[in-house]
């Protein structure tokens, strides 16, 4: 268990809150603040028990040095609003003018760093760069789940400087919501797998397969474990390098009694801008046509399984959903995961979008910010922002 902000005493104290504010922007102004939102309770509750905040974030990826196209301005407009109360943006995050601007702030004030990444230091995890960030604080919160997979000196090193180093209400419900997911889940524990390529989830697959009950595999990377089964997928996506792979995990699936559900049909045409599709046996897909989406009878048997669920894990859309006739495999599954009685946590982008457009994400157990990160937790892997915390 790591530490959490409501166990540190906070009044009086600097807080060096460590966001993950990398917000679209569009003609200079933030187009969708959803990560800005999220890091809202942490920041109010820093500032209703006592603290000033020194808020750091990245934004895009700027070539190791200053680029207006990547300051951080807009999003200090939009959280100013959001918070009701000004939020100066600092020149820098580091150097005399920007630890001047800390040093003045009392109580209830915020002070935005500018973008983090304008030193190649941050990226390089340089541990000069954390001190002179650690220097602007009393207190380190990390609140950035989305980028605790990194290991950049505003989150790894800079805990060599600044102690406590706490999770954030951000922070703490991601670490929750995945512990209940990998600990102790109620069983069965179904994964649900999406996605155009096996080569992003490979890792991801091996580690389900020690913990979960039953593993669903869908989208594009579904053609791949198909081909390895000895089906002719027509067009569809296979990368021919993985095939073994996915023999492999076909195999340590059926040593460990975990049962593997791949579609029995497919929604096939000619190509990603066709007017419309048709559903196909997989055995019956034709040599100049893909599969773009899960079939009906693939969104009832995933369905089936989903809806005696207890726990559900899922990453990656079923079919190319952005595109309306491919979008019904997405849609069903998703529907079909808050069907029954299971939490369910869910990540990454293109899932979270999948969700919004089934309009089932207020019954989602717990949306996870992160991509990467939540990629990497479930597979195992230890994340350099979680493990740099204090243990509570």
């Known amino acids: 268990m790591k530490l959490s902000i409501e166990s540190v005493d906070l009044a009086g104290r600097r807080v060096f809150l460590r966001a993950d504010l990398n917000a679209p922007l569009d003609g200079g102004a933030v187009s969708d603040d959803t990560r800005l939102t999220a890091v809202l309770p942490t920041i109010r509750h820093a500032l209703e028990h006592g603290a000033s905040v020194v808020l750091a974030s990245h934004l895009g990826r700027p070539k190791g040095g200053p680029d207006p196209k990547y300051s951080l301005a807009p999003v200090a407009t939009r959280l100013a609003a959001l918070l009701d109360r000004p939020i100066p943006l600092a020149p820098d995050c580091v150097g005399p003018e920007t630890e001047n601007l800390a040093r003045a ?9 500018e973008n983090l990444r304008f030193h190649p230091e941050e990226e390089a995890n340089d541990d000069d760069f954390a001190r002179r ?52 889940p109620q069983r069965p524990l179904v994964a649900l797998l999406g996605g155009a390529k096996v080569s992003d989830k490979i890792a991801l697959v091996e580690s389900l397969l020690s913990k979960v009950d039953a593993l669903l595999i869908g ?12 089906h002719d997928v027509g067009k569809s996506l296979v990368e021919p390098d993985r095939i ?58 995933f369905g089936t399984t989903l809806r005696a669920a207890k726990t559900i894990v899922w990453n990656g859309p079923m079919g190319v ?47 996870s910010t992160a991509g990467g990160a939540f990629l990497e937790f479930l597979e195992g892997r230890a994340l350099p922002g979680v493990e740099a915390l204090t243990e509570a």
């Open 321 to 367: 959903f952005e595109k309306p006739p491919f979008a019904a495999g997405t849609v069903g599954v998703a529907r079909a995961v808050v069907g029954g009685s299971a939490f369910s946590v869910i990540g990454g982008g293109d899932t979270i979008a999948a969700v919004n457009q089934a309009g089932i994400a207020d019954r989602i157990g717990y949306i």
């Open 219 to 230: 989208g594009g990377m579904a053609f791949t474990f198909l081909r390895a089964l000895g």
């Open 105 to 113: 702030l009392k109580p209830g004030e915020i002070l935005l760093l």
């Open 244 to 301: 073994e792979m996915a023999r492999s995990a076909l195999e340590t699936a059926r040593r460990r009694g975990v049962q593997i559900v791949l579609p029995v049909d497919a929604v096939v045409a000619p190509g990603l801008d066709s007017p419309s599709g048709r559903a196909v046996s997989i055995r019956e897909i034709p040599a100049n046509q893909m599969g773009l989406d899960l079939g009906p009878a693939s969104v009832e048997q």
């Open 133 to 184: 960030l650690a220097a602007l604080a009393d207190v380190y919160v990390n609140d950035a789940f989305a980028a605790a997979h990194r290991a950049h000196a505003s989150i790894a090193a800079i805990t060599r400087h600044l102690k406590p180093a706490a999770a954030g209400l951000l922070m703490r419900r991601e670490l929750e919501a995945l512990g209940r997911i990998l600990e102790a």
